[in-house]
């Protein structure tokens, strides 16, 4: 079954957050080489875990997508979680910016 308009939101929003982490895991990778903190090290964990639950959210939306889809609970559940990777995404990219510089 085609995936509803807001799945298909939600999964370019997780895309999008996965991009930004991949990013922030290779500037978290580098400082740790350079600098050997423990903080460095913490921010690579931070990264690396939201990274998975990113990944996890987009197969979930390809699951929930297909076992809701008849039953009326489809938008229900892609509204919010189009309204958490929104702010999840946002949340990520000021997040790359200040670290960036």
């Known amino acids: 079954m085609a995936l ?8 370019v929003l997780a895309t ?3 991009i ?4 922030l895991l290779y500037l978290y990778r580098s ?3 350079t600098l050997r903190s423990p903080l460095s090290l913490g921010l690579i964990l931070f990264a690396g875990l939201f990274l ?3 990944l996890a959210a987009m197969y979930f939306y390809f699951v ?3 076992s809701l889809s008849g039953t009326g609970y489809a938008s229900s559940v892609a509204m919010p979680m189009l309204l958490l990777n929104a702010v999840e995404l946002v949340a ?3 997040l790359l910016l200040v670290s960036w510089r």
Do not use: C, H, P, Y
């Not at 509803?4 to 999964?11: F, R």
């Open 20 to 23: 930004v982490l991949v990013v």
């Open 31 to 33: 400082n740790f080489r």
């Open 52 to 54: 998975l639950e990113n």
């Open 4 to 11: 509803g308009t807001l799945w298909t939101i939600d999964l």
């Open 16 to 18: 999008a957050s996965i």
């Open 64 to 66: 929930w997508n297909e």
């Open 92 to 94: 990520f990219s000021t």
